[in-house]
């Protein structure tokens, strides 16, 4: 839906990038700039605000301004389609009424990337010196023992020097990907706007990753549709995606098993609505018991902890998909059977107007 009204006053609001709103003494919904029809679910101009916004502190706030003819300024919260934080100032001015024939307007800022860089970086010094410890107490046993007991051990000095460098890359991804997981939360609320198309993008990853375990090792088995319309994305977010899900198909599928990838039209995404790509991503391997697959997507959650440190995970593979997928107004989905396998499913919208 979008403003049918092309007079001056609105011709105006449209010169804002924020959202901008006019309500009349009423509280009905006189205009509305695009990006307020772009953020919020606005039903209809002319009707009461609480229809288009169910936020209770607005709704009140907005009241009072109207009775009172005060100005004032408040936070609010969205949840959908992502989560937001809003600074709304609610103006009422006797201009308004001369210009517009209205009471109250409406001016939104966007303070999201504000509150997440601090939360972000609060969680971030938690996730990293909690994730350290370990790795950095076993380098200190190390260099002790390298400088006492097997000073003289070649044997001894050649294992150790292994381990610390194994211990050191692990590190070193843990930051990378806590340092894209930071990234990526920060510009949560702004919408890609690259054409991608899908079908490319993943026969890019399967080439890489035919390359990297050489072809004897897995066998990619591509499944599509003939006919995939491009989506609105970032090319290399969603690479990161599947180059992750594939990453751990791989990883925890059985030797030798079939990695099957899948593409198909929905014509409703789960949880969401709408139209919408799926891609599914299939491994035959151990099953994921249902207590864990709620918690998959958790930062640093881990089914076996001693495994995944084996195989280079850092716990925080499944945080970014979900964190990059939120971005792009999609969804992950996970399913797993006993004695068959799992399956990682990604929904993309493919009109992503919200």
């Given at each position: 839906?979008?403003?049918?009204n092309d007079?001056?006053?609105?011709?105006?609001?449209?010169?804002?990038?924020?959202?901008?709103?006019?309500?009349?003494?009423?509280?009905?919904?006189?205009?509305?700039?695009?990006?307020?029809?772009?953020?919020?679910?606005?039903?209809?101009?002319?009707?009461?605000?609480?229809?288009?916004?169910?936020v209770?502190?607005?709704l009140?706030?907005?009241?009072?301004?109207?009775k009172?003819?005060?100005?004032?300024?408040?936070?609010?919260?969205?949840?959908?389609?992502?989560?937001?934080?809003?600074?709304?100032?609610?103006?009422?001015?006797a201009?308004?009424?001369?210009?517009f024939?209205?009471?109250?307007?409406i001016?939104?800022?966007?303070?999201?990337?504000?509150?997440?860089?601090d939360?972000?970086?609060?969680?971030?010094?938690?996730?990293?010196?909690h994730?350290?410890?370990?790795?950095l107490?076993?380098?200190?046993g190390?260099?002790?023992?390298?400088?006492?007991?097997?000073r003289?051990?070649?044997n001894?000095?050649?294992?150790?020097?292994k381990?610390?460098?194994?211990?050191?890359?692990r590190?070193k991804?843990?930051?990378?990907?806590?340092?894209?997981?930071?990234?990526?939360e920060?510009?949560?609320?702004?919408?890609?706007?690259d054409?991608?198309?899908?079908?490319?993008?993943?026969?890019?990853?399967?080439?890489?990753?035919l390359?990297?375990?050489?072809?004897?090792?897995?066998?990619?088995?591509?499944?599509?549709m003939?006919?995939?319309?491009?989506?609105?994305g970032?090319?290399?977010?969603?690479m990161?995606?599947?180059?992750?899900?594939?990453d751990?198909?791989?990883k925890?599928?059985e030797?030798?098993s079939l990695?099957?990838?899948?593409?198909?039209?929905?014509?409703h995404?789960?949880?969401?609505?709408?139209?919408?790509?799926?891609?599914?991503?299939?491994?035959?391997?151990e099953?994921?018991?249902?207590?864990?697959?709620?918690?998959?997507?958790?930062?640093f959650?881990r089914?076996?902890?001693s495994?995944?440190?084996?195989?280079?995970?850092?716990?925080?593979?499944?945080?970014?998909?979900?964190?990059?997928?939120?971005r792009?107004?999609?969804?992950?989905?996970?399913?797993?059977?006993?004695?068959?396998?799992?399956?990682?499913i990604v929904?993309?919208?493919?009109?992503?107007?919200?």
């Open positions: 839906m979008s403003n049918t007079s001056p006053e609105m011709r105006l609001l449209e010169v804002f990038p924020s959202p901008v709103m006019i309500l009349t003494e009423k509280r009905e919904l006189k205009y509305a700039n695009s990006a307020a029809f772009e953020i919020f679910n606005i039903r209809a101009l002319g009707s009461d605000l609480s229809l288009s916004i169910r209770p502190e607005l009140e706030a907005t009241s009072l301004a109207i009172e003819k005060k100005h004032s300024e408040i936070e609010i919260s969205l949840t959908v389609p992502v989560y937001r934080v809003l600074r709304a100032n609610i103006i009422s001015n201009n308004l009424v001369e210009f024939n209205a009471s109250i307007m001016v939104f800022l966007d303070i999201t990337s504000q509150i997440f860089s939360k972000v970086r609060q969680d971030f010094i938690t996730n990293l010196s994730e350290l410890k370990s790795p107490s076993s380098l200190i190390i260099i002790e023992t390298l400088s006492g007991p097997a003289d051990d070649e001894a000095r050649l294992r150790f020097l381990l610390m460098k194994d211990e050191t890359h590190m991804r843990m930051v990378d990907d806590l340092l894209s997981l930071a990234k990526i920060g510009r949560g609320s702004i919408k890609p706007k054409q991608i198309n899908i079908i490319q993008l993943l026969n890019t990853n399967q080439e890489l990753f390359a990297r375990y050489k072809k004897n090792l897995i066998d990619f088995n591509m499944k599509q003939t006919e995939i319309p491009n989506i609105t970032d090319q290399d977010e969603l990161k995606v599947f180059q992750n899900l594939i751990n198909a791989i925890y599928g030797e030798n990695v099957i990838i899948e593409v198909f039209m929905v014509t995404i789960p949880d969401l609505g709408g139209k919408g790509l799926a891609i599914s991503i299939f491994n035959k391997g099953d994921i018991a249902p207590e864990h697959i709620p918690r998959l997507t958790e930062r959650y089914i076996d902890k495994r995944s440190r084996e195989l280079g995970g850092t716990g925080l593979g499944l945080s970014i998909v979900k964190h990059i997928l939120v792009h107004r999609g969804i992950l989905k996970i399913e797993s059977k006993k004695g068959y396998g799992s399956t990682f929904y993309l919208p493919i009109n992503n107007s919200h």
